[in-house]
């Protein structure tokens, strides 16, 4: 779908329930402007949208009851419980149309019908000229035939005219009669006109229309379809509105009798059409002006992007052209570029005024006969009670994407949920186990586990699917940065254009929430220390408007967002003269660490290095919060950066916080768990192939040599390993292969990650607990804290 | 095969669709003086309907098809007719 149209679907969706919402509430409160004005800007902006694209039923319904309400506004009227039903009916009856156009991205062919029907009961209030049927009036009373023909009439052939005349007027009947008017590159959507037409029930009379001017025989293209038909028939308008429902906008239908043929095999009617637009009532002229005045306005801010741009221009000369067919004229677009669609929506209004003015001096008979696809526009007099309003709505649903809102509770207490359904699944495991071993029933064990394996599989998949209901796109936390850099990029005198790229990578809630402020921290960061002042660029020989790029990929079950900046980049020397000075790390360091390891230098708590601490970033609580803040997350942060042409910060997160994949072992006899994540492998080493480098235990691994840390002893627990080998949980941790002495290696288990409570909350070796399946409680371990703690103790 | 193209006549059986389109356009264009016959044909595809008011063949046969008799041969038959009288 059009991104414009579905960007307009999902606004009407919200202004139609603040209309209803305003309705309900003024027929309480009928002396609240403020109320009044919130429910005619509601209508307005609807009808001031609707008229982007080729719904002018929609537009003229809006229109209807937009003027009813400027009434209410206005003082001239007061709002009664008849009109505010009418209203109701209203904006119901254009939620219909929009759940129809959600689906078919066209309106229901009824449209026309139902609208008028309502318009003439919005307007009646009002005095207006389409009062609504008389009471006496029956409801299967037929539309009157429209007073004027068309002129393509003509093509029938004036002989059979003047026949079918005498006939009609003898009999007092009408014919309906159609003009269809295939689109040249239809065959290539299967279409075939002929057959179509071939389907008219009781045609009375069918003449291919062929083009004034046929191409070249070199130049003819037999897949262009240049005729077009006009026929007659005796079927009902309702027959042929079926017949043709899927191209309604390539059809019209006049409804005509004796006097209309006469008039225009007498020439009457080309005195209309002569006047070069064929103006309905002075409703349709503001309308159409009011639609080419939005075309135009919209033209006069086009987006620079290409494809957005041509998406709007040909939405653009859509309703254009649709203006166009309803005043009778055709338009031709010499290129389907901006500028031709402006010039013929000037040229259109240009008409209209001159129509207008010719309109007042002669009053012509100008009842307008001929819409697409509905016998008659205003005059239409069908039993208001014989409104389906539910037409639309029963077959579409809702309007916009069907979404639901849920309150966010409502998805945790679901992941909760799972959780515990995760943790029960796993008891099904310890049961099997006690199956086998405590009352020696290998095959009722087995049994479990075969339960255990189904229920384990759909517990995943809700998982999954509850996850997928937490997921929400990265443009939520991209969103607050266009305006950070605008405000931030003034105030430091500095020109910036942001980037972004990868909106619509979906990420778990907590994860994008908790993203904001990091990105915040790196994007002011790259505004106040990367990006120089545009005349530093000029001399650099750059642009003097930077460059901040925000990006995000998925990477499987990872999301990565870059914060990338063109500007001075980061002076390793600097850095690291900086870093010396305020004692981070030892003259050695400073001697020796490389250039590449000295940006990191800048994640060490306590660093800044602008020179002078400004209010926009920068108060030593630098990157060591961002860096702190993401693994966190679960994350990791990497910076990359080049001396004058720029910095890349990169952070690294899990997809979703909610369930962490934990792996089991055992020391001296208590469970921990580590994320599986760190964990690069398990081994099992002979004892006496543990060695010892300083004071370090060690393995060698392949030719690497790993530090082994011996948990129970950290963690000051009496256990000493016993036999022959050593089982070791080799890890990833802050960059570098550790090994963990540990007692025996135990599963795999998805777990919710509790953070740690009470007493416990600020210990930092800890990163949360989790519910085993057998009731017990695992700690989670904080592998980075952990080393510390052990180094300490060494 | 509706469409069965000989030297000079071609004969147009059943439902003529889309796709023999082009093979009809392509004999009308290399054919002198084409003459078609629509005696069995039941429906012709529009776009072929546009060849025979484009080229204007000489229509040997009418079809037997109530449709394309009563609304398309007096059309077809009429351009032809025409043109002969103006040539």
């Known amino acids: 779908m059009n991104p414009l149209l579905a960007q307009f679907l999902a606004e009407a969706d919200d202004l139609l329930s603040q209309v209803d919402e305003g309705l309900l509430r003024l027929e309480r409160e009928p002396h609240d402007a403020d109320l009044v004005n919130e429910v005619f800007r509601a209508a307005h902006t609807i009808k001031g949208s609707s008229g982007l694209f080729d719904f002018p039923e929609l537009t003229r319904l809006t229109h209807a009851a937009e003027d009813l309400l400027d009434a209410v506004r206005g003082g001239r009227l007061e709002l009664d419980a008849t009109m505010t039903d009418d209203l109701l009916a209203a904006f119901d009856l254009m939620r219909g149309w929009l759940a129809h156009v959600t689906t078919t991205e066209r309106l229901p062919s009824s449209a026309n019908a139902d609208g008028a029907v309502l318009i003439g009961r919005l307007r009646a209030p009002l005095g207006g000229q389409d009062s609504p049927a008389p009471a006496g009036h029956g409801p299967q009373a037929a539309p009157a035939p429209a007073a004027t023909a068309p002129q393509w009439v003509g093509a029938l052939g004036e002989e059979w005219l003047e026949t079918t005349a005498s006939w009609l007027e003898a009999t007092s009947a009408s014919l309906r009669f159609v003009r269809y008017t295939p689109e040249e590159d239809c065959y290539f959507r299967g279409e075939d006109p002929l057959h179509l037409l071939r389907q008219v029930p009781a045609a009375e009379r069918f003449v291919p229309v062929t083009p004034a001017a046929w191409p070249q025989a070199a130049e003819y293209d037999e897949y262009a379809c240049l005729l077009s038909f006009v026929l007659a028939t005796r079927a009902a308008t309702g027959e042929l509105e079926y017949l043709f429902r899927y191209v309604p906008e390539q059809v019209e239908i006049a409804d005509l009798g004796a006097t209309a043929l006469t008039r225009l095999l007498a020439g009457e009617a080309a005195a209309v059409a002569e006047a070069g637009i064929r103006l309905g009532d002075a409703e349709q002229a503001q309308d159409a002006r009011a639609l080419l005045e939005a075309a135009l306005h919209v033209l006069s801010a086009l987006p620079q992007e290409a494809a957005a741009r041509a998406a709007r221009v040909s939405s653009v000369e859509r309703a254009v052209q649709s203006v166009a067919r309803a005043l009778g004229r055709d338009v031709e677009f010499p290129a389907h570029d901006a500028e031709s669609v402006e010039a013929a929506a000037r040229a259109l209004l240009a008409a209209l005024e001159t129509a207008v003015v010719a309109e007042e001096a002669v009053p012509a008979p100008a009842e307008e006969t001929v819409r697409s696809l509905a016998p008659a526009g205003p005059a239409e007099e069908t039993a208001p009670a014989a409104l389906h309003p539910a037409d639309g709505a029963a077959d579409g649903g809702k309007v916009g994407s069907r979404t639901l809102k849920v309150e966010q509770e409502k998805v945790d207490r679901l992941m909760e949920l799972v959780g515990e359904l995760n943790v029960a699944k796993n008891a099904l495991t310890f049961l099997a186990a006690s199956a086998e071993e405590e009352f020696g029933n290998r095959i009722l064990g087995r049994r479990i586990k075969d339960q255990y394996a189904g229920m384990h599989r759909i517990a995943e998949e809700l998982q999954a699917a509850v996850m997928d209901v937490r997921m929400l796109p990265l443009s939520v936390a991209f969103a607050r940065f266009p305006r950070l850099v605008r405000d931030l990029g003034r105030k430091l005198g500095k020109s910036v254009e942001l980037v972004t790229d990868g909106e619509d990578t979906m990420a778990d809630k907590d994860v994008i929430e908790a993203l904001g402020d990091p990105l915040v921290h790196l994007v002011r960061n790259s505004l106040d220390h990367g990006v120089e002042a545009p005349r530093v660029r000029v001399e650099a020989g750059k642009e003097a408007t930077a460059t901040i790029r925000l990006t995000a990929v998925s990477d499987g079950d990872a999301v990565v967002i870059e914060v990338a900046d063109d500007g001075a980049g980061v002076d390793p020397e600097r850095v690291k003269r900086k870093a010396y000075e305020k004692g981070l790390i030892t003259e050695e360091q400073l001697e020796t660490l490389p250039e590449a390891e000295a940006v990191n230098l800048l994640f060490l708590p306590g660093f800044s290095t602008a020179e002078t601490v400004s209010d926009v970033s920068g108060r030593g609580v630098g990157m060591d919060a961002v860096k702190a803040s993401v693994e966190r997350l679960g994350g990791t942060v990497t910076m990359r950066s080049e001396r004058g042409a720029g910095t890349v910060v990169r952070l690294r997160l899990p997809l979703s916080m909610a369930v962490t994949q934990v792996m089991v072992f055992s020391v001296a006899g208590q469970r921990f768990g580590v994320p599986v994540d760190a964990v690069v492998e398990t081994v099992r080493v002979p004892a006496g192939e543990i060695g010892r480098v300083l004071r370090q235990e060690v393995i060698q691994l392949r030719g690497e040599v790993v530090p082994v840390v011996d948990l129970a002893g950290t963690l000051r627990m009496p256990w000493s390993p016993a036999g022959a080998t050593r089982d070791v949980l080799v890890m990833w941790v802050g960059g570098q292969k550790v090994g963990l002495l540990v007692e025996r290696f135990h599963r795999e288990v998805d777990v919710i990650l509790k953070p740690m409570e009470g007493l416990l909350a600020d210990h930092p070796a800890f990163s949360g607990t989790a519910l085993l399946g057998d009731g017990l409680v695992l700690l989670v371990l904080n592998m980075k804290e952990v080393l510390g703690v052990a180094a300490h103790a060494a | ?87």
């Open chain 2, 1 to 87: 095969m509706p469409l069965t193209l000989r030297d000079n006549t071609a004969t147009i059986t059943g439902t003529l669709t889309v796709e023999e389109v082009e093979p009809l356009a392509g004999w009308l264009r290399s054919t002198d003086r084409p003459r078609v016959n629509l005696r069995g044909c039941t429906h012709l595809h529009t776009g072929a309907l546009q060849l025979l008011l484009f080229f204007r063949p000489t229509v040997v046969s009418r079809p037997l098809d109530p449709f394309l008799s009563t609304h398309i041969m007096p059309l077809l038959g009429k351009r032809n007719k025409e043109l002969e009288a103006s040539s």
